[in-house]
């Protein structure tokens, strides 16, 4: 009898100890699963922040290609025209090249607020929307080229500008 008891006795405890270890498990692999929902999550944003550094980098190469483009030939013809004007005494040379002088620096200008445009949208800023008028501004970079399309060799050329649905842009 006293055999059948410690028997009992031991099959009790060893029951009881399967049953704390079924609840410890139990509880562990809840703690395992949510711990799993969470680095799923987790792997989630940072993939998620990675395509965001992705796609910034790819407009800051954009960026930096295109102001490096932008600024390089108004630079170039200020430079040029500098140092003619330094290198001739010729007072109609300088007045000739005055205006040439203001027109670039008013590009230069332009490029400038367009770059600002450009890292407002970048930054997602709120940008104010304005109409754009497309004739004047074809005409305005007419007005950057004239000198190239009247200095061709007596050739001259017909503008023909056909903008019947593009008046303007917003």
């Not at 090249?97 to 770059?115: G, Q």
């Not at 929307?129 to 007005?143: A, R, S, T």
């Amino acid at each position: 009898l006293i055999v059948i008891a410690i028997i009992a006795m031991v099959y009790a405890r060893t029951q009881k100890e399967r049953k704390e270890f079924l609840e410890r498990l139990k509880s562990q692999k809840k703690a395992l699963i949510k711990s799993q929902a969470q680095l799923k999550e987790s792997n989630s944003l940072v993939k998620s922040a990675n395509e965001r550094l992705r796609v910034r980098n790819r407009q800051l190469e954009d960026f930096n290609y295109v102001v490096a483009h932008n600024l390089k030939a108004p630079v170039s013809s200020m430079s040029v025209i500098v140092d003619i004007i330094s290198k001739s005494n010729d007072k109609s040379t300088f007045e000739e090249l005055l205006p040439k002088l203001e027109t670039i620096s008013h590009n230069i200008s332009t490029l400038t607020e367009d770059v600002q445009t450009y890292v407002s949208i970048l930054n997602n800023k709120e940008l104010e929307v304005e109409n754009v008028n497309i004739l004047l501004l074809i005409k305005d970079v007419e007005n950057d080229f004239m000198e190239n399309l009247l200095d061709q060799k007596g050739k001259e050329f017909e503008i023909i500008y056909r903008l019947d649905a593009w008046h303007s842009l917003k």
